[in-house]
């Protein structure tokens, strides 16, 4: 199982509203990460989790607020957001291969996220 | 300032031409990975290159790794139209940083 479950998978809602993007993987994976991506545009880094530990935050406005309840649930709570952040939110997981610590990551669907 | 660039950015060709991607860094990694994605769906991963020279092959697509471990290409044999889509390059920098390169969007015309 190399499944990485993102939900909903489409989300509309107002600059006022608040509402949480979900994350899911059950394949043992300790580290949990969460990109924006614009049309055409490769993948942008936002927060790493490591072993349920934010480890790495890109700067990230604090309208996003991520959150890791446990080693396979991850949380993205969205807060006064505006249309310009507006893009696909992409989940991945990423499983560490051999001691040279080599990793591949495994993405979800994405949630395609629409501020009005 | 991107770690890894990639080249071409935009690529349109004739089905069963042959292609090239090239994934760039002055930078070192452990290991470098290249996903395919399609519009609206999640990136999946194609394959990993773990050893300086190495050379993997999946179906008419050929992957190398850099002896110096800092560059990688994608050579693709008689495209198909299913072979479309964004073609990203990725890789591990130390605290589990995970980035992708710039990307290459491919589209394969019947």
């Known amino acids: 199982d190399t499944e990485v479950t993102q939900t909903p998978k489409h989300l509309v809602m107002g ?6 993007l979900k994350c899911e993987q059950h394949m043992g994976h300790r580290a949990m990460y969460w990109y924006k991506q614009k049309a ?12 349920e530990k934010l480890s790495i935050n890109e700067s990230v406005p604090s309208r996003f607020s991520p959150e890791c309840p446990n080693s396979s649930l991850l949380n993205l ?16 997981s990423r499983r560490v291969l051999g001691r040279l610590g080599n990793t591949e990551a495994f993405f979800g669907q994405g949630t395609r996220l629409t501020v009005v | 300032t991107q770690l890894l660039e990639q080249s071409p950015q935009f690529l349109s ?23 395919r994605q399609e519009p609206g769906e999640g990136p999946v991963l194609l394959v990993t290159v773990v050893t300086g020279g190495e050379v993997k092959k999946l179906k008419r697509l050929t992957f190398q790794f850099g002896d110096a471990r800092k560059d990688s290409s994608l050579h693709i044999t008689a495209a198909q139209p299913g072979d479309t889509g964004l073609y990203l390059c990725a890789g591990v920098r130390p605290g589990n940083q995970f980035y992708f390169g710039t990307g290459t969007s491919l589209t394969v015309i019947p």
């Not at chain 1, 709570?77 to 893009?87: I, K, N, R, W």
């Not at chain 2, 031409?17 to 470098?32: A, I, R």
């Open chain 1, 15 to 20: 600059m006022t509203n608040k509402k949480s």
């Open chain 1, 40 to 51: 055409k545009k490769p993948p942008e880094l936002m927060f790493v989790y490591s072993y």
């Open chain 1, 77 to 92: 709570h969205l807060h006064a957001l505006q249309p310009e952040d507006s893009a696909l939110y992409l989940c991945a």
């Open chain 2, 13 to 35: 060709i004739q089905e069963g031409e042959n292609l090239t991607v090239y994934c760039n860094s002055s930078s070192v990694f452990s290991s470098l990975q290249w996903y």
